[in-house]
């Protein structure tokens, strides 16, 4: 994060989002799908219990804005994780796409413009180093 105010932004509004994460996770999914079709072979679990993972992530990630170096490994091991479920580095955008859309239509009023820029950003530092750590691991050489 760049600002105190961004930090502050994306906690407060996702406050908001924590007594509907059902709601939420499930809002986050259906646009996940609608925009990148081919992530949904990518989910064999429960989607309820998917949702529930998800947005216990989130909340680890949104607390810890302030001390990002703390959450970046957790971030990048799940990066790594990733690459063997099949996620791409395209499916990147998409989930900041889906999570931005689902934000601004659960918050409505409460996601202007400043708001949906701060949690711009912060999905764009988290998602960069879980994108260098993808990249990482593909561009390894399969060892026989």
Partial sequence: MTTLRQIELVQDSFALVLPVTAQAAAEFYRRLFIIAPDTKPLFHSDMEEQGRKLFLTLATVVDALDRLEDVLPVATDLA?????????????????????????????????????????????LLSGAMIAAAEAVVAQPVQA
Avoid: M, N, P
């Avoid at 998409?94 to 689902?102: N, P």
């Avoid at 601004?104 to 400043?114: M, N």
């Fill in 80 to 124: 790594v994780r990733h690459v063997t479920y099949g996620a791409k580095i395209r499916h990147y955008d998409a989930v900041g796409t889906a999570l931005i859309e689902t934000l601004r239509a659960l918050l409505g009023v409460h996601f202007d413009e400043e708001t949906e820029a701060a949690w711009g950003c912060a999905y764009g």
